[in-house]
Nanobody, 127 residues
Framework: QVQLVESGGGSVQAGGSLRLSCAAS????????MGWFRQVPGKEREGVAA??????TRYVDSVKGRFTISKDNGKNVYLQMNNLKPTDSATYYC??????????????????????WGQGTQVAVSS
């Protein structure tokens, strides 16, 4: 059983930065993918960034050049968010895919592929 806990959300002015953390516990397969998704009220959840076990990353176009996903030597994943915009305001979720098999590279934001989800952390960006 894998559990994910997000932290690091908060309120920040436009142009500021936040660093989200996802602490993972439990057993993940050697080939895995970690992703960040976000959701605002009334809209569907969208993929933001993903990273596979080799360190290959994927980003949604709207955050390219501003956000960076990374992982440490364990099972923790991070999302560094720079130059934040009001449109980045959302609840951010960490997700884990146990058996990647290349899906993280080609279909990184297909929600059904992720088996485990955190409860979310809120990010509010004011202008």
């Amino acid at each position: 059983q894998v559990q994910l806990v997000e932290s690091g959300g908060g309120s920040v002015q436009a142009g500021g930065s936040l660093r989200l953390s996802c602490a993972a516990s439990g057993n993940l397969y050697p080939s895995y993918c970690m992703g960040w998704f976000r959701q605002v009220p009334g809209k569907e959840r969208e993929g933001v960034a993903a990273i596979d076990n080799s360190g290959t990353t994927r980003y949604v176009d709207s955050v390219k050049g501003r956000f960076t996903i990374s992982k440490d030597n364990g099972k923790n994943v991070y999302l560094q968010m720079n130059n934040l915009k009001p449109t980045d305001s959302a609840t951010y979720y960490c997700a884990a895919m146990k058996n990647d098999a290349g899906l993280c590279r080609f279909y990184p934001f297909r929600e059904s592929q992720y088996e485990y989800w955190g409860q979310g952390t809120q990010v509010a960006v004011s202008s």
